[in-house]
């Protein structure tokens, strides 16, 4: 297509013929890259692709990522969760316990295949047991978060005494020339 199109640039053709030829070969050729690259992904959720969380706290969005509220939940680094639909932006997910929801597609990536015997053990397990934790169901491989957290702000020592805060204000010495508070001449600029 570009040896064609430089060919005729080289027999010195008119705008108009130029024209044409870009809005006949070129354009689309461009608007079937740009919708190709807008395209979906569906999968079923027993052949979905296992992708796996690799940012700590990404945002969880139950029906979307402009919910009337914030994120749902956060995922921590390393949860495998399927990929039902790749959508730009944001993919729609189903973490272990079966809930589907929406993730950002930069805080994922494909998961490393499983060892054969988390395979088996995960072929064994009941599908749906969860435990009762403060109300809330979680599912029993998801992993429990303890320890300090990220926004967390050391507590002071109480072995070192407070800073002194009563402290002498400074002297500021007499023969500091105050400004005028009248003009010293007219200003220069034009009307």
């Not at 044409?20 to 079923?44: G, I, K, N, Y």
């Not at 706290?57 to 969760?81: H, K, V, W």
């Not at 491989?141 to 407070?162: E, R, W």
Request: with cysteine; net charge positive; hydrophobic share 35%.
């Amino acid at each position: 297509m570009i040896r064609v199109l430089m060919v005729e640039l080289s027999k010195k053709i008119s705008l108009k013929r130029l024209l044409a030829l870009l809005v006949s070969r070129v354009f689309p050729a461009v608007l079937c890259l740009a919708l190709s690259s807008c395209a979906t992904e569906s999968f079923a959720p027993e052949t979905a692709p296992e992708y796996v969380i690799i940012r700590d706290f990404s945002p969880y969005y139950r029906l979307g990522p402009q919910q009337g509220r914030g994120a749902d939940e956060s995922l921590r680094a390393g949860t495998r969760i399927k990929l039902l639909r790749r959508e730009m932006g944001f993919s729609l997910v189903q973490l272990a316990d079966s809930r589907t929801g929406y993730i950002a597609n930069e805080n994922m990536t494909v998961a490393p295949p499983r060892p054969p015997d988390q395979i088996r053990n995960d072929e064994m397990a009941v599908p749906g047991t969860a435990k009762k934790r403060g109300g809330r169901s979680r599912a029993e491989d998801s992993p429990i978060y303890s320890g300090a957290q990220v926004n967390d702000t050391p507590l002071p020592d109480p072995n070192v005494p407070p800073p002194d805060l009563n402290v002498e204000p400074e002297i500021m010495p007499d023969n500091i020339p105050v400004p005028s508070a009248t003009p010293t001449g007219t200003p220069k600029f034009r009307y």
